[in-house]
């Protein structure tokens, strides 16, 4: 029986002919095993070729390299006589802290000529095989010394086809347990604090003779987990280490160790160490106890395992944390990073090592949990969290309640020890979100409704978009979707109609709409909250709306407005999807640049072309037909010279703006695109009745699509709203933005349905002539309505994403992916 | 869109013949983007006027949509004399545009009274005189208001009406380059025969032309490359870089050099072997750089993709030897992200970087380079806006994209701050010809890190 760890680098050894790739085959399966032979055939056409070894090995490393990163078993089918040509896979597993493992074939020398003569494409001298048996020999004794963790010899025929291979997992691989768990910080011999913080979480100590706390048992049948650092510098560390051995040893706790046990027990181990950071404390303590409980104290320590993996792989524990690589790998440095964590090499102000800011560039999907670094409130950074909240610092005992994600603490009853450097708050450090991988480059992602690749050249123009213009990214939770407009129309005359909007939805599947008068404005996305603290608005690109002198006088009167609905709704902020009015207070430039200017140019151009015509109609010359052509012109130029103007208000500052908000997206912990729009609009309405000045009201239409009579009722409601210059609706499923089909796919959701003036100003002055309309009605809108699911899906998983309390880089690429998504070549007047 | 053409020399009906088009038909000329007319609203021996109309097919200017940035959207084509009504003169009126005639070729040479007008046409009144008067031109340029609904004002437009004895082929000349000149925008792709067709509309009054360069460049569709060569041949100066593009164009020539001399200066003066260049752009600091062997390591970073695209074929980095290539990178990053690439240089450049930063993110670039990347020296330029006053014409900031320009006060006490809070000494001087009361037009600040030494308290 051959025990190898589920995960590890399977090293052959045997000299040629002694059944290696046989063995391997009967094993393992084909892509597991990585052969010499193959990796030569492939750099030099010749399996043989043994002057392409180094090319070869090269390449086998690479793979190997890249299945070991992956987590894959991987098996090398080499003679591996040599150590130097071990030592190269040692090299390759210890780089991805996996176990290198050893497999010896030992055949007779004979046996393995027959062998080789048996196979055609071997021709070697007889004096090569006994050399290598001479090599085999001489490095069965070396193995353990290179390096490798295990070691199974076979020897002889019989031995090697018994052979039968046996899995074992690692000890860091708890996956099979799933809690729930107690996770407890620090605790530094605080044995008090710890017995208060486990009363609180439900379990009952249970004492001996003496009175002191041996076990604990909870009723819900929790499982505490220890994060380390149970001792020194408090003043039981011999209690706190009775208890836990006992809830341990009883299966009631885990345990992993921290610095402060590895140095107690290389002190008690007899070696030398430096009596400083409370170790003394504890040794004089230890001093009290009997021999025996010292003894099991030492060989509790030396047991303990320095990271776990639990809960089905999404819930780490490490003393100092652990980076993703590290996750259920054993080496030397994974160790040493657990019970450590990673410094930069460089010392602070107090000459305490500078830590590197590994949870800063955390990405990985399982919650890291540790403790080592005393901070003054538990914040989670990228699914991490230190839980050392300084107990005997006099600061607390903390608790993380798993998978509830709830945290518990205790504060302490004193100071029991001053410490060197005050206690890391997480508010000073200056970053801890958005690194540049995380937005470039071809990104695959699952975001919950779908999955979409961010193809990298979008990725790089949005980043341009990001880094030029937008508010701080970090704060960008939220991109409003673009949005299709309903299927072309064949009534005389327009090319958008009710008609068609409400068959689109009906085609979907929805039966009841809600029609949204479509304000002419800029999007404007608000967040805000009470306190004003992150409270920002900005539009579809992210960019901010206006100066702070200005933005800081309109959010406080949204504050005074939203603020009894903040209370209602029991959220802290409130994420608002608005539309800010008039048009030409953000786009005022483009409206006199880009519209009145085409306007201007065509007013004054057209009747000094009529004034040459008639001129030449004068000299009876025939004209008539190019004279009517330029007087259709002429009208229609000032057709649409009205459509741009209706949307131009005088404002001065912020005089004269309002918000039409139509959408309350989410508040603290919540995302409300379940909620129908009923209720958001019934929010927006409260808006406008408490400062209607500032809001304005959205009219709406809401009909139940299987009736006739309700439909032409909407669409004279329509006809009257665009008539008076309205832009136009949009037509939305009245169950809210989540809305889903039979199929249970993602709805659109709306549909613009655009007024027949309104569209001069996008389509061009002209484009009624039924020519052009016959043209347009072929427009596609396939790309568009894609488009258009595919970032509303995107924002709909960034708002969950935002409810469940994920890390900000999660938040931050799906909301990335909405802006690159803009970077598809799509019509713009769609 | 529409042009007329006016003469009183008598008998003015002989128009006609120099522009070989009867004044008695009506003359259509089917055009790649509609139809141009020709016809005469007046032809009497006293006043003949041509007026040369393209209806422009919206539909057609459409289908032509990659060569036309405005295609798919509302535009002026149909109404503005542009590029598209240049062309038209050039088909319609070829032989006139030569200064041939068969039947008037004597008067074809001669200077004659005309009137051209130009109803439409994009531009200030302010350029358009500049151009048009050096060509001996009378010139009135009516701005063409906005609405009052729209807050009024000017829009963009002039009607232009010149006045002048030239001969006819000199003034349609003129127009066929002036016309897109103004328009600023080129209706299909500029190829390198442009060079040739500018040469040749430009004979006799182009390199004379005080606005020569900025003809050149925008007849040219701002390829600089084709500008730099027309103007070679005209004999021109030389200038300029993309920063300075749009200052009136006396200024810009010295101060983006003297700009680069400093930056490489101070670089020099922290021994910096190992450097960033942050904003990179497409390149103007690069070239310097990759040229001065004491730089081992040289980072282009910037945040536009395109920009870096023109660093890198500016550098000519796929024909550079794999010495040179392997000194110097190209990066897209942008400061509001952390981005490790960026960290361990000897020096970090910001040259006309920052002001084009929004204020308020301002301390999140500050973070990513003081605070993370940490090079031992800082070099930043920008703008000293006092010294704008000396740019004649200039109104607001020296260029659209910039969210801000300082006074050398308050650059000053940013500067400070920033040493202050992470860790730096810093030292301000100015870059250009200084003036007494406003200083250098450019200001750098050098910036080097302090050297911490850790105090272990026994």
Known sequence: ?830 | MLLTVTTTHRPATDLGYLLVKHPGKVHSFDMPTGTAYVMYPEATDDRCTAALLLDVDPQRLRARADSFELSQYVNDRPYAASSLLASALAKVFRTALRGASKDRPELAAEAIPLEIRVPVLRGSAELVTRLFTPLGWAVTATPIPLEEEVGGGDSRYVDLALTGTLRLADALNHLYVLLPVLDDGKHYWVAPDEIEKLLRSGAGWLAGHPEKVLIARRYLAHRKSYATTALTLLDADQPVSEEEAELPVARKAPLAGQRRDAVLAALAEVGATRVLDLGCGPGALLTALIKDTRFTEIVGADVSSRALDQAARRLRLDQMSERQRNRITLIQTALTYRDGRLSGYDAAVLMEVIEHVDLPRLPALEASVFGRAQPGAVVVTTPNVEYNVHYEGLTGMRHSDHRFEWTRAEFAGWAEGVAERYGYTVTIRGVGDPDETTGAPTQLALFRKTETTTEVTA
Not at chain 1, 124 to 150: H, I, N, P, W, Y
Not at chain 1, 159 to 177: P, V
Not at chain 1, 497 to 507: E, K, M, N, V
Not at chain 1, 722 to 744: D, F, I, Q, R
């Open chain 1, 1 to 830: 029986m051959i025990d190898i760890p589920e995960l590890s680098l399977v090293v052959l050894v045997g000299i040629s002919g002694s059944g290696k790739s046989t063995f391997a085959r009967t094993h393992f399966a084909p892509t597991q095993v990585l052969s010499s032979d193959f990796f030569r055939g492939l750099v030099a056409d010749d399996e043989n070729d043994q002057s392409a070894s180094a090319a070869a090995f090269d390449v086998l490393h690479y793979v190997a390299g890249k299945r070991l990163a992956a987590g894959r078993l991987t098996v090398v089918d080499a003679t591996n006589l040599q150590s130097h040509a071990r030592a190269g896979l040692i090299a390759v597993a210890r780089e991805h802290d996996v176990l290198p493992v050893v497999i010896v074939l030992d055949v007779p020398e004979s046996v393995a000529w027959d062998r080789t003569q048996a196979r055609p494409d071997r021709s070697f001298d007889r004096r090569v095989l006994t050399r290598m048996q001479r090599d085999l020999r001489r490095s069965l004794g070396q193995f353990a010394r290179e390096g490798f963790r295990k070691v199974h010899v076979l020897r002889g025929e019989e031995e090697i086809a018994g052979a039968e291979i046996r899995y074992e997992k690692l000890f860091n691989d708890r996956r099979d347990e799933r809690g729930p768990f107690d996770i407890v910080g620090d605790v530094h011999g605080c044995r008090a604090e710890l017995e208060t913080l486990l009363g609180t979480l439900g379990w009952e100590l249970v004492r001996d003779e003496a009175g002191r706390p041996v076990d604990a048992t909870h009723p819900e049948g929790r499982t505490a987990v220890f994060v380390g650092d149970l001792v020194d510098r408090g003043p039981d560390s011999p209690g706190v280490l009775r208890l836990v051995m006992g809830m341990v040893g009883a299966g009631h706790a885990i345990c992993v160790p921290g610095n402060h046990e590895q140095k107690l027990a290389r002190k008690l181990a007899g070696r030398t160490v430096q009596l400083t950071h409370g170790l003394p404390e504890t040794l004089e303590q230890l001093a009290a106890e009997p021999e025996e409980f010292v003894h099991r104290a030492k060989a509790f320590i030396d047991g303990l395992v320095s990271h776990y993996v639990l809960d089905d792989g999404k819930l780490v524990v490490a003393h100092a944390g652990l980076k993703e690589a590290y996750h259920g790998r054993a080496s030397g440095r994974v160790r040493s990073f657990a019970l450590y964590g990673e410094t930069t090499g460089e010392t602070d102000e107090y000459g305490l090592p500078v830590r590197y800011p590994w949870a800063q560039e955390y990405r990985g999907s399982a919650a890291v949990v540790y403790g080592h670094v005393p901070t003054t409130r538990p914040e989670w950074i990228n699914n991490t969290i230190c839980l050392d909240t300084g107990c005997v610092f006099g600061g607390a005992l903390t608790a993380l309640r798993w998978p509830e994600r709830e945290l518990v603490g205790v504060p302490a009853a004193k100071e029991y020890y001053a410490p060197i450097r005050p206690l890391t708050t997480v508010e000073t450090e200056p970053d801890r979100g958005l690194d540049i991988a995380d937005v470039t480059g071809r990104k695959h992602l699952e975001y919950g409704y779908g999955r979409t690749t961010v193809p990298a050249e979008n990725a790089a123009a949005a980043l341009e978009v990001m880094g030029r213009y937008s508010i701080d990214p970090e704060t960008l939770i939220w991109l409003p979707p673009t949005m299709a407009p309903c299927s072309s129309s064949t009534v005389d005359g327009y090319l958008e109609y009710p008609a068609t909007a409400f068959a689109d939805l009906r085609s979907a599947g929805v039966d009841q709409v809600v029609c949204e008068e479509k304000h002419m404005g800029s999007r404007a996305v608000v967040r805000i909250s009470a306190s004003g603290v992150g409270d920002s608005i900005w539009t579809r690109t992210g960019r901010p709306f206006f100066a702070p002198e200005l933005l800081e006088p309109l959010l406080a009167r949204v504050r005074v407005a939203v603020e009894p609905i903040l209370a209602e709704l029991e959220t802290d902020w409130l994420l608002l999807d608005t539309e800010l009015l008039p048009w030409s207070a953000k786009a005022g430039g483009l409206i006199r640049d880009q519209y009145a200017g085409v306007g201007a140019a065509g007013r004054a151009a057209l009747p000094a072309a009529l004034a040459v015509l008639d001129q030449v109609a004068a000299r009876d010359l025939d004209v008539s037909a190019l004279r009517d052509r330029i007087e259709l012109r002429s009208a229609e130029i000032d057709g649409y010279s009205a459509a741009y103007r209706a949307y131009v208000k005088p404002t001065d500052g912020l005089t004269g703006v309002t918000l039409a908000p139509f959408a309350v997206l989410a508040g603290a912990g919540v995302s409300y695109a379940a909620k129908d729009h009923g209720w958001h609009l019934a929010i927006a309405d409260r808006l406008v009745a408490a400062d209607p000045e500032l809001f304005t009201p959205t009219r709406r239409f809401v009909l139940d699509l299987a009736d006739p009579s309700a439909e032409a009722e909407a669409t004279d409601w329509w006809l009257a709203l665009t008539g008076a210059g309205g832009e136009g609706m949009v037509v939305k499923p009245y169950a809210g933005l989540a809305t889903v089909s039979a199929k249970n796919r993602l709805v659109q959701p709306g549909v613009k349905c655009r007024g027949r003036e309104y569209l001069r100003i996008i389509y061009g002055p002209e484009y009624t002539r039924p020519e052009q309309l016959d043209r347009l009605r072929q427009r596609n809108l396939g790309r568009k309505r894609n488009l258009a699911l595919r970032e509303h899906g995107l924002g709909l998983a960034a708002l969950d994403r935002l409810a469940e309390g994920a890390p900000s880089w999660q938040v931050h690429e799906l909301v990335f992916a909405i802006l690159a998504a803009e970077s598809e070549p799509v019509d713009p007047r769609l």
